[in-house]
């Protein structure tokens, strides 16, 4: 098994564009999160997912939308990305609700 | 509200010691408790967890922790560090029942040096 994996590793973006981080698990895990780490500040939840189908926001879903159309893709959409979307953002997965979580690598954001 | 904090930004501990990473959490009713390790470039990886049962909670690694209610405490312990357990640590909580998500600490960073 992968795991859970995140594409891309790494990436610039400039300030008003748009981009999509990508997040697979082959676990078959009902759940699915989102979260960003900021220095210092732990990790904060963006959205989380039940299931195929149904999303919820979490802590700090401004600026961010999500869709869960299978249960093992877990997109992350940033529309007009902001310098203070700068930020390395994890997701991970489990099979009960803020259970056990598996975290993927992370994607490094830098907006400019 | 449900918080946890973790008062030490970093522990530095000589190999072979022991070590501990402090938690105390706040959260209504009885807690579900986790730490997760951080190794540099990676995800957080799960250690651990007190959901019920005995205090004490061994988990990988060597690691163990033990919760206190009276103190509102999980704190990481290991009888004997190795340089290879510096990384970053997370304590996290959440109190039981479907509708609870999971609140991180900020992390302790551990230094392990021989």
């Known amino acids: 098994n992968a795991g859970v994996t995140q594409t891309p590793k790494f990436r610039i973006l400039k300030i008003g564009q748009s981009m999509t981080l990508q997040c697979t698990q082959d676990?078959?895990?009902?759940?699915m999160y989102w979260y960003r780490q900021d220095p210092g500040m732990g990790l904060k939840l963006i959205y989380y997912?039940?299931?195929?189908?149904?999303?919820d926001k979490g802590e700090v879903p401004n600026g961010y939308n999500v869709s869960r159309s299978t249960t093992e893709d877990f997109p992350l959409r940033l529309e007009l990305a902001a310098p203070s979307q700068t930020s390395v953002y994890f997701c991970?997965?489990?099979?009960?609700?803020?259970?056990?979580?598996?975290f993927g690598p992370g994607t490094r954001l830098l907006v400019l | 509200a449900q918080s946890v904090a973790q008062p030490e930004d970093q522990v530095n501990v000589a190999e072979g010691n022991p070590l501990t990473v402090k938690c105390t959490y706040s959260v209504s009713g009885n807690p579900y408790l986790f730490w997760y390790v951080q190794y540099p470039n990676r995800g957080l990886q799960f250690l651990l967890k007190y959901i019920t049962g005995d205090n004490l909670v061994k988990g990988s690694y060597g690691f163990e922790a033990e919760f206190n209610k009276s103190q509102t405490s999980f704190h990481l312990k290991k009888p004997s560090a190795l340089v290879s357990d510096s990384a970053l640590y997370f304590c996290?909580?959440?109190?039981?029942?479907?509708?609870?998500?999971?609140?991180f600490g900020t992390g302790t960073r551990l230094q392990v040096t021989l």
């Open positions: 676990m078959n895990h009902n759940y």
């Open positions: 991970a997965s489990s099979t009960q609700g803020f259970e056990t979580q598996y």
């Open positions: 996290a909580v959440r109190r039981t029942g479907t509708a609870s998500k999971l609140t």
């Open positions: 997912s039940v299931g195929a189908g149904i999303t």
